[in-house]
């Protein structure tokens, strides 16, 4: 099994920057992050694959910048010009499997969330 732990959320002006940890307990194929923000489906907002290639949803390109860390076995995502629709639990997911896809499904393994407040 791979166990994800999140960090780096908090409370922050608009405008402002979060840095966003997953931290998983193995080596997933992939890493992405979905957010969910209250009232709204959880939805997928970046990931990476274990050659590095980073993919994103359109409503977050040029904000978002996804990295990880194969050394430390840690993903980060680099939030910028914050802004309260960005308010949500974000989570980060593992998979196992080749290929990307926001596709909740086929992430078999799920952090506990990190909140994010923009106001």
């Known amino acids: 099994d791979v166990q994800l732990v999140e960090s780096g959320g908090g409370s922050v002006q608009a405008g402002g920057s979060l840095r966003l940890s997953c931290t998983a307990s193995?080596?997933?194929?992939?890493i992405a992050w979905f957010r969910q923000a209250p009232g709204k489906e959880r939805e997928g907002v970046a990931g990476?694959?274990?050659?590095?290639?980073?993919y994103y949803a359109d409503s977050v390109k040029g904000r978002f910048t996804i990295s990880r860390d194969t050394s430390k076995n840690t993903v980060y995502l680099q939030i910028n010009g914050l802004d309260p629709v960005d308010t949500a639990t974000y989570y980060c997911?593992?998979?196992?499997?080749?290929?990307?896809?926001?596709?909740?499904?086929?992430?078999?393994?799920w952090g506990q969330g990190t909140q994010v407040t923009v106001s």
């Open positions: 997911a593992a998979t196992v499997n080749c290929g990307f896809s926001f596709r909740e499904e086929r992430y078999t393994y």
């Open positions: 193995g080596s997933p194929y992939g």
């Open positions: 990476i694959d274990r050659d590095h290639n980073a």
